[in-house]
């Protein structure tokens, strides 16, 4: 959902975070009552509107949100756009040619991304092990699948069975 109130994009599923990496800082994301909830990753994604790509950075992982949350004021300033918020929709336009790279209905009140019109909302992409082979410097089966395991992050097992890929 998009959110003006929100500091930071927020979501409580580590597969939407096509990057990450392990939070060590003791910050705390804090709900409207104040209570506090850990962070556990820091990452980033990328929103596939029909002409642009809009860049998610520093979304924080945060286990007990119940909802992924966007913020309009990082969402604007990382790229270079701005939100129009109507009554049925909003409108994602570039800041220079006013032009507009995205466009979504409201719902009861609130601002969802699940319609944007290539359903890739924050993160739905998930890399398939011999991507992660790639973004690993062409490392082993085993290691891969160790790092993979270890850090637990979202993949699809490729369909081909090639062990080896060209560059290797």
Known sequence: YMDSGATYHVTGELEKLTVCDKYHGGDRVHTASGAGMRINHVGHNVLHSPSSK???NNILHVPNVN???VSVNRLARDNNVFLEFHPDCFFVKEEETRKTLLR???EGGLYPLKQIPDKQVL???KPTESLWHHRLGHASTSVVQQVLSRHKLSFVRDSS???ICDAC
Request: proline letters at 0%; aromatic letters at 6%.
């Open 67 to 69: 909802k992924s949350l």
């Open 123 to 125: 993160g739905v992409f």
């Open 104 to 106: 979504a209905r409201c």
């Open 161 to 163: 069975n090639k062990s």
């Open 54 to 56: 809009l860049h998610l």
